[in-house]
């Protein structure tokens, strides 16, 4: 069994608090956030194939990458890495292109829980109250419950 994904998400505020823990360090953890080929394994639902289209994992460079599905059809994202501190955080932008102009802004913070365990909490803030909840009604909580999932078997295979 997995770990579950915690998305405390108040209502009438414009951010959420998600939480999820790993089995394995968090260095481990911020690599599979860092390296592109890792990423493209495990980020969003298991039914999309990702490719990245642009990788500069560095405080002020940025990132691209298109997920596809089985009818073919192309879902593109985009952001900026404003502050990467490594094994530690990550502040950057997000945007999913079919929602031009909604753009959040999340910090992923990397924690230790000892025993090859650790915590990623990401404070993630979206321009308005309704782009957060349309963000959640559009599947959120489930694209990265099996990103996380898919992730859980990536670490688990090193």
Do not use: C
Not at 16 to 35: C, L, P
């Amino acid at each position: 069994m997995s770990n579950p994904v915690v998305i405390d998400a108040a209502p009438g505020q414009s951010y959420a608090d998600i939480t999820r823990e790993f089995e394995a360090s968090a260095d481990a953890v911020f690599r599979a956030h860092a390296d592109p080929d890792l990423f493209a394994r495990w980020i969003g639902p298991r039914s999309l194939q990702t490719k990245i289209r642009h990788w500069d994992f560095r405080s002020g460079g940025g990132y691209a990458f298109v997920q596809t599905d089985a009818e073919g059809n192309d879902y593109e994202f985009r952001g900026v890495f404003h502050t990467v501190r490594e094994n530690e955080l990550i502040i950057q932008t997000f945007e999913f292109l079919g929602a031009p102009d909604q753009v959040s802004i999340d910090a992923l913070r990397f924690e230790d829980l000892g025993g090859g365990r650790s915590r990623l909490a990401d404070h993630s803030v979206f321009p308005s109250v309704e782009a957060l909840e349309s963000m959640i009604s559009e599947g959120m909580e489930y694209g990265m419950r099996e990103g996380y999932e898919k992730l859980d078997d990536l670490l688990a295979g090193e």
